[in-house]
Nanobody, 118 residues
Framework: VQLQASGGGLVEPGGSLSLSCALN????????MAWYRQAPRKEREFVARIENSDAHDYADSVKGRFSIWRESDKNRFWLRMNSLEPEDTAVYYC?????????????WGPGTLVTVSS
């Protein structure tokens, strides 16, 4: 499975940006999809996830500002980021997990850079 994230760029504080992650296989085969990020000199951290039940969860730092959703017919999922802050600057990675016969198969995209700066 290959994932390709896009939509990163430079945005001013308070601005918005949408990231998308395209899969080269059916999204229905994935148990969950998520976004992670890694800021300079920090470890990669969880941002948001959506399960195939449509349940979703967010890191406390982005709750109320970020939204995750999927376009199943396009094998794509999104992260909408509002009210961006300089602390949101990071490389954002999309992630998908397939569980088959109890075996976990994680997949990562190559990342897209988001810079929040004036």
């Amino acid at each position: 499975v290959q994932l390709q994230a896009s939509g990163g760029g430079l945005v001013e504080p308070g601005g918005s940006l949408s990231l998308s992650c395209a899969l080269n296989e059916s999204i229905f085969g994935m148990s969950l999809m998520a976004w992670y990020r890694q800021a300079p000199r920090k470890e990669r951290e969880f941002v948001a996830r959506i399960e195939n039940s449509d349940a979703h969860d967010y890191a406390d730092s982005v709750k109320g500002r970020f939204s995750i959703w999927r376009e199943s017919d396009k094998n794509r999922f999104w992260l909408r980021m509002n009210s961006l802050e300089p602390e949101d600057t990071a490389v954002y990675y999309c992630y998908a997990l397939r569980i088959t016969n109890g075996v976990h198969y994680p997949y990562w995209g190559p990342g897209t850079l988001v810079t929040v700066s004036s």
